[in-house]
């Protein structure tokens, strides 16, 4: 069933729980990600990162995003994340995507704000709901970091006050907000400072809270960012790492000689990015 992205916040505001968003640059992740919501009958968020068009092009997988929405038994919001430009972001409109995140944490914030309410105006037209990101969480969404093997010290925290302009000044239905949190991998193990969510959302009437970078925070910080109003959380890099490493180790359980076929590979992937996507929605949805 395919829902809004301001549907679906709806739905974990209700349940006091946070909705997992999924990256979908593969079909076999797609399938993953659908057959873990339905096994466990909770919504979920699948969305494409600009960033991936090398990997797979927004105009071949997003219609097949758009049909297995409408297909499932759980909602589901088909939403683009880290959008960088607004005609990028009118490409997932007009697929049918339901949730739309424009990305200008790096610029001035009168520029970020202007091109957040433009994105606003152009979701109106569909139906579309819009996230949109202030603070900086260091590291780009690809997980590229300066490659100096250093945690970055670039991040800045989302700063409540602005917040609350910036929602009333934008109209979004859901802010990313910083605190603490990194894209890719972790070099060290995160500090997150839950009184930015708590703060955040007192200042702009609950406003769902997105968080980014959630690969390799402990469960222990998914249910305090849960409980602090965290509703939407980006889990991507530990899901493809399972897929990647579950691949690796069925290639090293052959015998030499013996031959690898790519959809018994594939499968092994689809299997354990499926399993890994289970515990991660359980965990925010505080089931377990
Ligand atoms: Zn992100």
Redesign the pocket.
């Known amino acids: 069933m395919l829902v809004t992205l301001k549907e679906i916040l709806a739905i974990a505001e209700e349940r006091q729980i946070a909705v997992g968003a999924f990256n979908t640059p593969s079909l076999t992740s797609l399938l993953a990600i659908r057959e873990a919501a339905e096994e466990l009958s909770l919504p979920v968020i699948i969305q494409f990162?600009q960033c991936h068009e090398p990997w797979i092009p927004l105009s071949v997988i997003g219609k097949i995003m758009v049909d297995h929405a409408k297909e499932a038994k759980v909602p589901v919001c088909v939403h683009l994340?880290?959008g960088e430009t607004l005609p990028y972001l009118q490409q997932a409109l007009d697929i049918g995507f339901t949730g739309i995140?424009y990305?200008g944490s790096t610029l001035p914030y009168e520029e970020n704000l202007e091109n957040t309410r433009k994105a606003v105006e152009m979701a109106a037209k569909t139906g579309a709901s819009v996230e949109a990101?202030l603070g900086s969480?260091g590291k780009r969404?690809s997980g590229a970091g300066d490659g100096s093997g250093q945690e970055d010290d670039t991040k800045i925290y989302t700063d409540p006050a602005q917040a609350k302009r910036f929602v009333e000044d934008s109209g979004i239905d859901a802010l990313?907000c910083s605190f603490g949190t990194t894209?890719g991998i972790y070099l060290t193990q995160p500090k997150l400072d839950f009184d930015v969510v708590r703060n955040v959302r007192s200042k702009t009437g609950n406003m769902p809270v997105v968080m980014?970078?959630g690969s390799g925070v402990g469960k222990e910080d998914f249910h305090k960012a849960v409980q602090a109003g965290v509703r939407k959380i980006?889990y991507f890099t530990y899901m493809d790492k399972s897929g990647g490493s579950a691949c690796a180790d069925y290639i090293g359980t052959l015998q030499k000689n013996e031959p690898v076929f790519f959809s018994s590979v594939i499968m092994e992937a689809q299997k354990a990015m499926k399993e890994n996507v289970k515990e991660a929605m359980k965990t925010f949805a505080l089931m377990d």
């Open positions: 990162a994340d880290h995140m990305d990101e969480m969404e990313a894209h980014h970078g980006n």
